[in-house]
């Protein structure tokens, strides 16, 4: 893997068309010009890594647009030292801009091929995230409670699971809906069971898928 001059300069000028769609975050727009976007993609598809596109990864999953998670990224409110979960590994994309943020990332996913070609590929990038297979629904109760939760996948409803794992203060960010349109929602846990909701237009996501057996 190789992150070349031309790469760099494609990861500017992708910030740059994020930046002109609205995102501020100075750390956000940092952190997706430091990530090498093209190391998620299989060599024959490099042309299509910097533009600002979902693109399919395998077992039905995509590699989220670019403005997708940073928008995303941006309502979380990372800082250093932030603890993260994050529903739906995926290519490990999402976790590894969280990571260059400073963030302390927990991520879960449940489609086995993925998992395990995330779990051997993001060491190599020298991230230090802590990845786990299982359902995202269910969240990570061991690991709880979090800063932040992020979901990266269509969610019918919310899950309880994942605003019990949630801390007094703490951010959830998850698109909301079933159908092929989701709108983007943030969760502020302001107590033990109140919560401070918000929407933040609509976006595409692939379905968290819940209740499946395991591949």
Known sequence: MIDTYKHKGMRQKLVQIIREKGIHDINVL???EKVPRHFFFDSSFLKFAYEDNAFPIGAGQTISQPYTVAFQTELLQVTKGTKVLEIGTGSGYQACVLAEIGAKVFSIERQKMLFDKTLKFLPTLGYNIKLFYGDGYKGIPAYAPFDRILVTAGAPVIPEALLEQLKPGGILVVPVGGGNVQIMTTVVKTSGHE??????????????????AYD
């Open 30 to 32: 940092n952190a997706i």
């Open 195 to 212: 919560y401070i909701k918000k929407e933040h237009g609509t976006f595409r996501f692939v379905p968290l898928l819940e209740d499946k």
